[in-house]
């Protein structure tokens, strides 16, 4: 799967779903190319979310991602100043919070997962940023190129950002 303009949500099985996604598996190499991720003050602000599985999922409702798996390269290209999330399963968890956060759990990547570019970006095996993992792994590379940090660029083997944070095994 390929993308290469404006906002985005791209996912290897969804882009941006409202719905519990159970048992699958992406072999799908996955790259945005966008110079086109602006942000601005007027709200404008085109964010990239990327993963091998699923760009975004929605508002925090106590969706659950569960046994899915991840075999491929996913490469996040960005050149714009807005947001990016980057992950091996989930890319970006709208509006999480402690009451009803998502659950990514039995999960696993194997895939390359990376980010070049500028921006505020975050990176992780699973997830780029999420709230709630549970007995999940990551057996493939992360990799951080960012050019211009703006902010913050956060990247972890699990997850580069953790809204409401809970990890367990």
Same mark, same amino acid.
């Given at each position: 799967? %390929? @993308?290469?303009?404006?906002?985005?949500?791209?996912?290897?099985? #969804?882009?941006?779903? @409202?719905?519990?996604?159970?048992?699958?598996?992406? !072999?799908?190499?996955?790259?945005? =190319? *966008?110079?086109?991720?602006?942000?601005?003050?007027?709200?404008?602000?085109?964010?990239?979310?990327? =993963?091998? $599985?699923? #760009?975004?999922?929605?508002? =925090?409702?106590?969706?659950?991602? %569960?046994?899915?798996?991840?075999?491929?390269? $996913?490469?996040?290209?960005? *050149?714009?100043?807005? /947001?990016?999330?980057?992950?091996?399963?989930?890319? !970006?968890?709208?509006? /999480?919070?402690?009451?009803?956060?998502?659950?990514?759990?039995?999960?696993?990547?194997?895939?390359?997962?990376?980010?070049?570019?500028?921006?505020?970006?975050? $990176?992780?095996?699973?997830?780029?940023?999420?709230?709630?993992?549970?007995?999940?792994?990551?057996? #493939?590379?992360?990799?951080?190129?960012?050019? /211009?940090?703006? @902010?913050?660029?956060? $990247?972890?083997?699990?997850?580069?950002?953790? *809204? @409401?944070?809970?990890?367990? *095994?």
């Amino acid at each position: 799967f %390929d @993308y290469s303009t404006g906002w985005s949500s791209i996912g290897g099985i #969804g882009g941006f779903v @409202y719905c519990d996604v159970t048992n699958c598996t992406n !072999y799908a190499e996955g790259t945005v =190319a *966008s110079t086109d991720n602006q942000g601005s003050n007027t709200g404008t602000n085109r964010q990239t979310h990327l =993963a091998g $599985v699923i #760009g975004t999922i929605a508002t =925090a409702a106590g969706y659950v991602v %569960d046994n899915c798996h991840n075999h491929a390269s $996913v490469t996040n290209n960005t *050149s714009g100043s807005a /947001e990016t999330n980057t992950g091996g399963i989930l890319g !970006y968890a709208s509006q /999480e919070n402690k009451t009803t956060p998502n659950i990514i759990k039995n999960c696993k990547n194997s895939g390359t997962i990376k980010h070049t570019g500028k921006g505020l970006s975050s $990176v992780g095996g699973i997830t780029g940023m999420a709230g709630r993992i549970e007995s999940c792994t990551n057996s #493939g590379a992360i990799i951080q190129e960012n050019s /211009e940090c703006t @902010y913050a660029c956060p $990247v972890g083997g699990v997850a580069g950002r953790l *809204s @409401y944070p809970m990890i367990s *095994s």
